[in-house]
C-alpha cells in the first residue's frame, strides 16, 4: 500500500541522485515514513550481478549523508528504502573496554599462575623457572588468541567500511581459563552476503592462525616422558591430578612434527601449549554454524536466513554430542527467542564464488581444531 507524502516529507536530493545513478527508477514514493524505490539495474547483462554491485555502490555513495539503504523483493520488483543511520554520536571514549581488559589480565594471571604452580613443574620439569614467568607466558598467549580473534573481526569492519566497537574481554573465575573470550560490537549491518560471510570469517581466520603460531611455541616448551614416571609422580603428589586430554589435530600435528611421542611416552603440555589448546577450543565453537556465533555469520551468508534455521539446529546438536552441552543450551535458548545472525542490507544476492570456495577453508579450520570432550 502507498501513501502519499505528507507537506513535512520531502525525499533528501543527495539519495535520489544516488538511487537514480545505479538503478532505472520505476517509482519513488513513501512507505509510511521511509522513502522507498521500485528499481531496475541498469546495464546488460545477470540480473543479480547487476544489482548486488549497483547496491553496494549505491550504500557507499549515501553512507556519508547518514543514509543506508535496504534491498527487498516485494510482488515481483525490486525495493529499495532509505534508512536513516543512527544519530546517536559514538564517543571514542575507551575506559570500559581498559577496565575489562585490566580485569582480564588479572584473572587470566591467576589461572595462569595456579597451573604453572604445579610441583611437577616446580620440582621437576623446570626447577630454574620462576612460576611468574610461566604465569606470565600463559597470560600472553590467551590474550594474543582471544584478542587478535576480536581484532580480526574489527578489521574486516573496518576494510567494509561498518561502524563497530573496540574488543570488550569479559573476565572469568580463575581456573576457567581467566576469560570468557572477548567480543565486539556491530553499529551497522552488512551491505551484502559477501560482507557477512567476510566478517564472520575474519576472527576465526586469524584467531587460528595466532593459536597454531602460540601451539608451536607451546610443544616445543611441552615435554615427553616416560609413563612410568607420571605414574610415580601421582604417588608423589598426590595433589596433582593428570588428565588425558582430547588433542585436537592441529596440535597433534604439531606434536608429531616437534615432539614426537614414542610408545610408552607421554606428552606433558607447557602452559603456553595448554594456551593453544583453549584457542583450539575458542575457534571450533566460534565456527559452530549457529546463532550469532562466527560460524553462523558464515552459513547465513550462503545458504540465506530460513536454510539457516534449520542449519542451526544442526549447529546446536554438534555442540552437544562434541561434549559442550552448557553451550549448546545457551545457542538454544537465544535461539528460540528468536535471535538470529545478522541481516544484511542486500539479503539477496548470493555470495562470490571465491566465498563459496571459501567455505573449504572453513571446514578444514574446524576440523583440526575440534576438541571433542565427548567421544565422537
Not at 501513501?3 to 513535512?8: L, V
Not at 630454574?128 to 569492519?157: M, Y
Not at 565456527?287 to 545458504?303: C, E, F, K
Request: hydrophobic share 50%; aromatic share 10%; with cysteine.
Amino acid at each position: 500500500m502507498q501513501e502519499e507524502p505528507t507537506d513535512n516529507q520531502e525525499m533528501d536530493p543527495r539519495y535520489v541522485e544516488a538511487v537514480e545513478r545505479y538503478f532505472e527508477v520505476g517509482l519513488a514514493y513513501w512507505e509510511r515514513t521511509t522513502p522507498t524505490f521500485i528499481v531496475r539495474p541498469k546495464g546488460v547483462g545477470y540480473q543479480q550481478y547487476l544489482i548486488k554491485e549497483a547496491f553496494k555502490n549505491l550504500a557507499e555513495d549515501i553512507k556519508p549523508f547518514g543514509y543506508l539503504p535496504r534491498l527487498r523483493w516485494i510482488v515481483s520488483n525490486y525495493q529499495i528504502s532509505i534508512l536513516e543511520k543512527s544519530k546517536e554520536v559514538t564517543e571514542l571514549n575507551y575506559r570500559r573496554n581498559v577496565l575489562l581488559f585490566a580485569a582480564t589480565l588479572i584473572t587470566v594471571f591467576i589461572d595462569g599462575f595456579l597451573r604453572s604452580n604445579n610441583p611437577i613443574l616446580t620440582q621437576a620439569l623446570m626447577k630454574d623457572t620462576p612460576v611468574v614467568l610461566n604465569a606470565l607466558l600463559f597470560t600472553f598467549s590467551i590474550i594474543t588468541i582471544f584478542g587478535l580473534h576480536e581484532l580480526g573481526h574489527k578489521a574486516a569492519s573496518l576494510w567494509k567500511d561498518m561502524d563497530s566497537s573496540m574488543p570488550y574481554f569479559i573476565p572469568a573465575p580463575p581456573g576457567l581459563g581467566g576469560t570468557f573470550g572477548a567480543v565486539i560490537t556491530q553499529h551497522e549491518p552488512p551491505v551484502n552476503r559477501d560482507a557477512l560471510f567476510d566478517l564472520g570469517l575474519s576472527g576465526p581466520l586469524v584467531g587460528f592462525l595466532v593459536t597454531a603460531i602460540i601451539g608451536i611455541i607451546g610443544v616445543s616448551l611441552s615435554f615427553v616422558v616416560p609413563t612410568q614416571q607420571i605414574t610415580e609422580w601421582m604417588i608423589m603428589f598426590p595433589e596433582v591430578r593428570f588428565q588425558q586430554m582430547p588433542m585436537p589435530v592441529l596440535l597433534d600435528i604439531l606434536a608429531s612434527l616437534i615432539k614426537p611421542i614414542p610408545e610408552g611416552m607421554t606428552l606433558v603440555m607447557h602452559p603456553v601449549a595448554f594456551a593453544s589448546w583453549v584457542g583450539c577450543i575458542l575457534t571450533f565453537i566460534n565456527l559452530i554454524p549457529s546463532w550469532q556465533l562466527d560460524g553462523g555469520h558464515i552459513v547465513r551468508a550462503l545458504v540465506g536466513k530460513e536454510t539457516h534455521k534449520i542449519v542451526s539446529v544442526a549447529g546446536i546438536l554438534l555442540l552437544i554430542i562434541s561434549g559442550y552441552v552448557f553451550m549448546g543450551v545457551i545457542v538454544a535458548f537465544f535461539l528460540m527467542r528468536g535471535n538470529e545472525s545478522i541481516e544484511p542490507l542486500d539479503d539477496l544476492s548470493p555470495i562470490s564464488i571465491s566465498r563459496k570456495i571459501g567455505m573449504l577453508l572453513y571446514f578444514l579450520i574446524m576440523a583440526l581444531t575440534l576438541v571433542a570432550l565427548l567421544p565422537l
